[in-house]
T-cell receptor, first 111, second 112 residues
Framework: QKEVEQDPGPLSVPEGAIVSLNCTYS??????FMWYRQYSRKGPELLMY????GNKEDGRFTAQVDKSSKYISLFIRDSQPSDSATYLC???????????FGKGTRLHILP | DTAVSQTPKYLVTQMGNDKSIKCEQN?????MYWYKQDSKKFLKIMFS???????INETVPNRFSPKSPDKAHLNLHINSLELGDSAVYFC???????????FGQGTRLTVV
């Protein structure tokens, strides 16, 4: 079983819809959880960062972590065509530890 | 004002050649990384340096040799390039003790 599992998609949704992106993981020692967004032919950029379980909201984006289920989610409200990108979940055990990435989900927001 | 910059952006070379990729960050971070993203978009860490010292080396062939002349620079030298080395290589940096990493734009390496 891979450490971090993420459905590669592609996921196509109409503009304005709520998008739900998810990852599961196997290592219960992970404590730091991140979502990165990667546009085509660009480097990943940090979108959301969460420590341990709980929710975090930033504008149209909400990150959720459920450590008991080893499941993390990213919700995008009022999705825009500019949100079309690959979204990678990432996690690490400690602040200074290596970051393990999921394979990324390709998201298309249809105008 | 690019935060993490890599050169070159594209690199096409023949099997067996030796090539280098350079990375510089102007964020004042003390930790730098090299990641490899394969054709399936899987992003995997290769090396991590903190204050010019190697702290992570992830089972990478010894044909790959990182060098950090100072904490703002981390270069990657690859000897005897193979077809399987074709990928996008990303440099990243962070502040030690903070998990968030900032990535460069990537170097697309194609070995023919």
């Amino acid at each position: 079983q891979k450490e971090v599992e993420q459905d590669p998609g592609p996921l196509s949704v109409p503009e304005g819809a709520i998008v739900s992106l998810n990852c599961t993981y196997s290592n219960s020692a992970f404590q730091y959880f991140m979502w990165y967004r990667q546009y085509s032919r660009k480097g990943p950029e940090l979108l959301m960062y969460t420590y341990s379980s709980g929710n975090k909201e930033d504008g149209r984006f909400t990150a959720q972590v459920d450590k008991s289920s080893k499941y993390i989610s990213l919700f995008i409200r009022d999705s825009q065509p500019s949100d079309s990108a690959t979204y990678l979940c990432a996690m690490s055990m400690n602040r200074d530890d290596k970051i393990i990435f999921g394979k990324g989900t390709r998201l298309h927001i249809l105008p | 004002d690019t935060a993490v910059s890599q050169t070159p952006k594209y690199l096409v070379t023949q099997m067996g050649n030796d090539k280098s990729i350079k990375c510089e960050q102007n964020l004042g971070h003390d930790t730098m990384y090299w990641y490899k993203q394969d054709s399936k978009k899987f992003l995997k860490i290769m090396f991590s340096y903190n204050n010019k010292e190697l702290i992570i080396n992830e089972t990478v062939p010894n044909r790959f040799s990182p060098k950090s002349p100072d904490k703002a620079h981390l270069n990657l030298h690859i000897n005897s390039l193979e077809l399987g080395d074709s990928a996008v290589y990303f440099c990243a940096s962070s502040q030690f003790g903070q998990t968030e990493a900032f990535f460069g734009q990537g170097t697309r390496l194609t070995v023919v």
